[in-house]
């Protein structure tokens, strides 16, 4: 009689199941919503904010490749991200996500910046690591080194800058002539970054550029303008000088309140992990690379691009001529950031940066792709 009058009631013992089925239901719809790629599912994962620091995971479970072989999240939490004033947040591979401790403000890291570049420097760079910043420099002892001197400061045979005044000719070049223009086919992850996120009436700031292929390859994707941060100072062909300017560091620095928040992106290729080094007569700082990076959140604007490149491998340097960014110093390099897309420049499309494709060369082997960062 019940039975009859309810047809469509089932028994109170089914109620548990139908809950689950309901659940799994319900959860397989908004995934297949967001999109049916495994790719996509991976991003809506990573999406999800998660408390910090995240709770309940054991970071000794968690190992990443050093020179050292596998060490524990856990113990490079303590052994080095606290002693540079960051620690783990979330056990992301192949790049731990971190945050800064004492976040230092933007008056700070320009006033730092500029005090450490008006000392008084060697007349050739040196050729060791000072003793004193020699932990540092090696990321307590999980960095390998090795040497490889290079004194760009004074050599007469050094890079100059080269067809700042041919942009006409440039702006009509296609993709691999001019993403190649520097450094073959790895200088084409840029181009091929700034074309799949366009830079559409969007403002930015190159930071070391010998060859504008940086900032062509922007205005081909759009942007209005461009301000090039270089040592050198650079002759703009004419017609170019509505949309594109240049600037010494030093005068970046003083005026950084100009700048401050005020760009849409800010690229940089194969420069940053020279700074500090000493090799271009720059004033030797085991956080010369850090620095930058913090200077380029401060001066783009709450979700900002940042487009950079530079050797990928695993954790090491080659002293005096460039860093070698394997999980552990990129983590400190992405801080403040969301690591959106990574180019190769042998496809157009993006080539996620596993970590087999990060630690695929040798110790002191590298790749140079552009990581796209948006600032957080
Ligand atoms: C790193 O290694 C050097 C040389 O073996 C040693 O002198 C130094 O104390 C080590 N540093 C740390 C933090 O273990
Ligand atoms: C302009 O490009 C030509 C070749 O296309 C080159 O010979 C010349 O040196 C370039 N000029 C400058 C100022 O870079």
């Known amino acids: 009689m019940n039975n009859r009058a309810h047809p469509f009631l089932c028994p109170s013992r089914f109620y548990p199941i139908l809950l689950i089925v309901g659940l799994f239901l319900m959860i397989t719809i908004l995934f297949l919503n967001d999109s049916n790629s495994v790719r996509s599912l991976k991003n ?25 072989g596998y060490v524990s999240m856990d113990e490079l939490n303590e052994n080095v991200f606290k002693k540079f004033g960051y620690e783990i947040t979330r056990p992301t591979y192949p790049v731990p ?19 450490i570049s008006e000392q008084p420097q060697p007349k050739f760079p040196p050729k060791t690591i000072p003793a004193e910043r020699m932990n540092e420099f090696l990321l307590y002892n999980y960095t390998a080194l090795s040497d490889w001197y290079i004194n760009d400061k004074n050599s007469e045979k050094g890079e100059k800058p080269r067809n700042w005044e041919n942009l006409s000719e440039l702006i009509k070049w296609p993709r691999a002539k001019l993403g190649g223009l520097a450094y073959g086919s790895d200088g084409v992850s840029i181009y091929d970054a700034m074309h799949a996120y366009r830079l559409d009436g969007k403002s930015g700031v190159v930071i070391g550029s010998m060859q ?6 922007a205005l081909q994707s759009g942007a209005s303008k461009v301000l090039t941060v270089e040592y050198n100072k650079l002759t703009i062909q004419e017609e170019f000088r509505d949309r594109m300017s240049s600037i010494l560091p030093i005068d970046f620095v003083k005026n950084w309140r ?6 849409d992106f800010a690229a940089s290729f ?6 500090g080094l000493g090799r271009y007569g720059d004033p030797v700082d085991p956080l010369g690379d850090l620095r930058e990076m913090l200077k380029i959140k401060c001066v783009l604007k709450p979700g900002g691009l940042l487009f950079i490149g530079f050797p990928l491998g695993t954790d090491s340097i080659q002293y005096n001529a460039h860093r070698i960014y394997g999980s552990i110093r990129l983590a400190m390099m992405m ?3 969301e690591w959106l897309d ?5 496809k157009e499309e993006a080539n996620d940066l596993t970590s087999d494709r990060l630690h ?17």
């Open 44 to 68: 809506s994962i990573s999406r999800i904010k998660l408390p910090d620091p995240f709770p309940a995971v054991n970071l000794k479970e968690y190992k990443i490749k050093t020179y050292r």
């Open 97 to 115: 996500t971190v945050r800064m401790i004492n976040e230092p403000t933007c008056e700070e890291v320009f006033f730092a910046w500029q005090k």
């Open 212 to 217: 504008p292929w940086v900032e062509v390859s």
């Open 258 to 263: 100009d700048y401050a928040g005020t760009f």
């Open 270 to 275: 194969s420069s940053i992990e020279h700074s």
């Open 335 to 337: 801080y403040g950031f």
């Open 342 to 346: 990574t180019f190769s420049g042998d």
């Open 360 to 376: 695929s060369k040798p110790i002191f082997g590298q790749i140079q792709n552009t990581l796209v960062l948006r600032k957080l």
